[in-house]
């Protein structure tokens, strides 16, 4: 079945820094990819997404960049702000009739000023 | 914008009483979830529906049950809540995705419902 990898955290930065969060996944077909944020006490916002191989999302500065030789969407941001502390998701939607996102176990990112 | 409205943001319940979380969306989309979200755990699917009266079990659906009368609206059941079942609940919802080819969409998730089971 499909299933996504995530680096665990958490992860602490200072503002400025560059922050990278690995994700692979493991899926069926061809999966399109998500990035999601949840600010504190928040659900679940879309950062950006990935529909095929090479393909690269950005917003708000995030990118992230599908391949498939390495089945890997890491997430990267040249200069983190202390507005980006937040738990981030990666998550899947499989190939083919698939409906469901399976999602990573999220990662906690503190920026601090 | 799409609009994905969750019943309550706190709810506190006791043990082995009947509770309803209700999640309402404004796009007409044919998909809506439920996942529950714990520390470590990410978020875990636990039903989803396709269509009106349609409900599929996800992968951790047990002591939960699911209602979809209408198109807007899809509802989750705890027969009998238990202190185990205390977590975040988030509702979304997507478009149907295409067979083939065609852009894939992402889902919409509303603010959560933290409910603690005492």
């Known amino acids: 079945g499909n299933s996504v990898t995530q680096m665990e955290g958490p992860v602490t930065l200072s503002e400025e820094a560059f922050l990278t969060i690995n994700c692979t996944y493991t899926?069926?077909?061809?999966?399109?990819l998500f990035w999601y944020v949840q600010y504190p006490g928040e659900g679940l916002q879309l950062l950006l997404k990935?529909?095929?191989?090479?393909d690269k999302g950005s917003n708000k500065g995030f990118e992230a960049t599908y391949r498939k030789e390495t089945t890997s969407f890491h997430l990267e941001k040249g200069s983190v702000q202390v507005s980006d502390s937040a738990v981030y998701f990666c998550?899947?939607?499989?190939?083919?009739?698939?409906?469901?996102?399976?999602f990573g176990s999220g990662t906690q990112l503190t920026v601090l000023p | 914008d799409v609009k994905v409205t969750q019943s309550s943001r706190y709810l506190v319940k006791r043990t082995g009483e009947k509770v309803f979380l209700e999640c309402v969306q404004d796009?007409?989309?044919?998909?809506m979830f439920w996942y529950r979200q714990d520390p470590g755990l990410g978020l875990r699917l636990i039903y989803f529906?396709?269509?009106?009266?349609?409900?599929e079990k996800g992968d951790i659906p047990e002591g939960y049950s699911v209602s979809r009368e209408k198109k807007e609206r899809f509802s989750l059941i705890l027969e009998s809540a238990s202190t185990n079942q205390t977590s975040m609940y988030l509702c979304?919802?997507?478009?149907?995705?295409?067979?083939?080819?065609?852009?894939?969409?992402?889902?919409?998730f509303g603010q959560g419902t933290r409910l603690t089971v005492v």
């Open positions: 979304a919802s997507s478009l149907l995705t295409l067979r083939t080819g065609g852009p894939r969409t992402e889902a919409f």
């Open positions: 998550a899947l939607l499989g190939g083919g009739s698939a409906r469901q996102l399976t």
């Open positions: 899926a069926t077909g061809y999966p399109s």
């Open positions: 990935a529909t095929k191989a090479d």
């Open positions: 796009m007409d989309h044919e998909n």
């Open positions: 529906s396709y269509d009106v009266k349609m409900k």
